[in-house]
C-alpha cells in the first residue's frame, strides 16, 4: 500500500494565551507541534505498515520553512518520505485554496513515488478547527472520502475498511481505492518515536516543492488572491462578567441557594 | 457560479423516521433575517426518503418554499448522493447564500459542495450577520480552540456558504403560513456511491448520549477522582432529567468512555444548564461549552478558569455540593 498523510504544523493551542492589555493573541514563544488529528492519521497509516511492512507512507505539508521540524517528527514516528509545499504565493491561503495546491502538490510528489492508494489527514487543525480541507481535497482529486474515522479495520486488497463516528453511534464504512480519509481521536494512543527513527529523521533529506514545481497550477486560485472566504476582522471572545458567587456556612445551604437562584430564574 | 436570485437557501438535514433534524429548522430563524435584508426569499432544501414530515416542519416553521428531493438512494447519508443533489439543485436555482446545519454529516458534505462550486465555505459559524455596506453574510466563527473570534466574508462568490453550529440559534415558532412546495425529480444512480455502509453499530440504549439535544448537561473533570465519582454526578442527572458530561481529562483517565465528552476533540454543547463539577476549564473544555444558556460550576479551586464563564459559582468540594444539590432537588420535586 501507498499512502500519503497530510499534516500541518499548529500553534499548542493549549499554550495560546490573551494578551490582557491589547486582547490579541499572544504567540511568541507558543511551541508548534503537528497537529493533533494529523497525528492520529500518521499512526493510522503506521499501523497498516505494521501489518503490511511494504507499505510506503509519505507525509506532505504545506507551510513556511520552520514545518520541517513537524516533518521531521512524522519521520521519527512512521514516516518514510517527506515532502514541504512552500511558497511565498501560497500564503493567506484559504481552505478552498489550500486544498487546491496540497490536491497539485500531491499530483506531483505521486509523478516520484507512485500513486498513492490513501491520503490520510487529521479531522480539523486544531488552530483552524474548519474541518475542510480534508474533504475538499477529495473534491479536486474527485475521490471519495470517509471522515470522522476512528481507525482502519482492514486494508484489504479490494476495499478499505474504516471505523467511523456517526452521530448516534458507530459504523464501518467500506471505501475503494484510491480514497480519502479523516481521523479523529482514536481509542488508542499513538506510538512514540524510537531513538533510533529520532537520529534518522535529523539527518532526513526533506524534499521541497514550490509553485515553479507545480506545472498545472493556476495561481490565481493559491495564496490570499485565490481564496474566496475573506477574513473581515477578528476579536477576543468577550468573557461573560462575573457570575454570582455562592457562599455559605455548609454545602447544603449553597445548594439551597443555588436552587433558589435556578428556580427563581426559571431554568429548572 | 452566478448567483440567479438573492435567495437564502437552508439545507434540512433529515433522520431515518423522516422528521427535520433540529439544526434545520433552528437555520429557518436566521435565515429569514438574512433573507429579508438581502431581499430574497427563504427556501429550505430537504433531502432523504419518505420525508414529509421533515417538509411540514420547514414549510410550518417560516419557509418561503420548501424544495424537495425524496427518493430512495438518500435513505441513508452519504457523501457522493447528497453532494450531488445539493449541487444540481444550487446550480439550477441560484441562491446567493446557503446555510447548511454543523452536524458531522454537514460538514462533511458542506465541503464538498462548496468546492464543487468553487465557492467559499466557513466553518461552524456561532453567529450571522449581513454587511451593511456590501450586503454579504457576515460568518462569525471561533478559532484557536475558542480562544479568537473571526468574521468571515465571501464578497465575489457565490452562492456564499457556511456551516453553522447547532444549538446556537432558536426555532422559529410555527406559523400559520404555508409554503410553496416544489417536488424535485432528482436520482443518483445507487452504483455510483462509493461508500458502502457496512455495519451500523448503535450504541446500547444506556451508552446513547444525546449530549447535542441535551436540555441540561451535568458534566465532571479531574476532580471528580475516579469512575465512582461520576456515580454522583449520575445521580444528579436522574434528579434533573440530565445527560452526564465529562472534560477530556477524566476520558483521558480512563474514567469515562469517549462519547460523554464535551470540547474540543469531543461534543460541542448547547444546553440550557450546565453544571461542571470538577471542571477547570482548559479553553478546548469550554470551547465545546461556553455557548450554554447557564452555567454553573463547583470547584474547590476558587481560581479555577471556569468561573470566568460561570453564571453561578460554588467553591467547594463536590462531593459535598453535588449529593446537598441532589437532596435539595429531590426534596423540591417531592
Known sequence: MNILVCVKQVPDTNEIKIDPETNTLVRDGVPSIVNTFDGYALEAAARIKDNAPDTKIVVLSMGPAQAEAALRECLAIAADKAYLLTDRAFGGSDTLATSYILSQAIRKVEDTEGKFDMIFCGKQAIDGDTAQVGPEIAEHLGYPQVTYALEVQEAAADQLKVLREAEDGKQVVGVGYPCLVTFTKPSFDPRFPTIKRKMAARKAVIEQITAADLADIDLGRAGLKGSPTKVKRTFVPPRKKSGMMITGETPEECAGKLYEALNGAHII | ?334
Open chain 2, 1 to 334: 457560479m452566478e448567483a440567479k436570485t438573492k435567495d437564502l437557501w437552508v439545507f434540512v438535514e433529515t433522520k431515518e423516521d423522516g422528521s427535520a433534524k433540529n439544526v434545520g429548522i433552528e437555520l429557518l430563524s436566521p435565515g429569514r433575517t438574512i433573507a429579508d435584508k438581502q431581499g430574497g426569499a427563504l427556501v429550505a432544501l430537504v433531502v432523504g426518503c419518505g420525508v414529509d414530515q421533515a417538509v411540514e416542519e420547514a414549510a410550518t416553521h417560516g419557509a418561503d418554499k420548501v424544495v424537495v428531493v425524496d427518493s430512495e438512494e438518500f435513505k441513508e447519508y452519504s457523501t457522493d448522493a447528497y453532494a450531488a443533489a445539493l449541487t444540481t439543485l444550487i446550480e439550477k436555482y441560484g441562491p446567493a447564500s446557503v446555510l447548511i446545519g454543523a452536524t458531522p454529516n454537514g460538514r462533511d458534505l458542506g465541503p464538498r459542495v462548496s468546492c464543487r462550486l468553487n465557492t467559499g465555505l466557513t466553518a461552524d459559524c456561532t453567529g450571522l450577520d449581513v454587511d451593511d455596506e456590501t450586503g454579504c453574510v457576515c460568518w462569525t466563527r471561533p478559532a484557536f480552540g475558542g480562544n479568537l473570534m473571526a468574521v468571515i466574508m465571501c464578497p465575489d462568490h457565490r452562492p456564499q456558504m457556511g456551516t453553522v453550529r447547532p444549538g446556537v440559534f432558536k426555532k422559529p415558532a410555527a406559523s400559520g403560513q404555508k409554503a410553496e412546495i416544489v417536488h424535485e425529480d432528482f436520482h443518483f444512480p445507487a452504483e455510483d456511491i462509493r461508500t458502502k455502509l457496512l455495519e451500523n453499530i448503535q450504541e446500547a440504549a444506556d451508552e446513547l448520549v444525546d449530549l447535542e439535544g441535551a436540555d441540561i448537561i451535568v458534566s465532571g473533570g479531574r476532580g471528580v477522582g475516579g469512575p465512582e465519582g461520576f456515580k454522583v454526578l449520575q445521580e444528579l442527572c436522574d434528579a434533573l432529567g440530565a445527560t452526564l458530561g465529562c472534560s477530556r481529562a477524566a476520558v483521558d483517565a480512563g474514567w469515562i468512555s469517549h462519547s460523554h465528552q464535551v470540547g474540543q476533540t469531543g461534543k460541542t454543547v448547547g444546553p440550557k444548564l450546565y453544571i461542571a463539577c470538577g471542571i477547570s476549564g482548559a479553553i478546548q473544555h469550554l470551547a465545546g461549552m461556553s455557548s450554554s444558556d447557564y452555567i454553573v460550576a463547583i470547584n474547590k479551586d476558587a481560581d479555577a478558569p471556569i468561573f470566568g464563564v460561570a453564571d453561578y459559582g460554588i467553591v467547594g468540594n463536590l462531593f459535598d455540593v453535588v449529593p446537598a444539590l441532589t437532596a435539595e432537588i429531590k426534596k423540591r420535586k417531592a
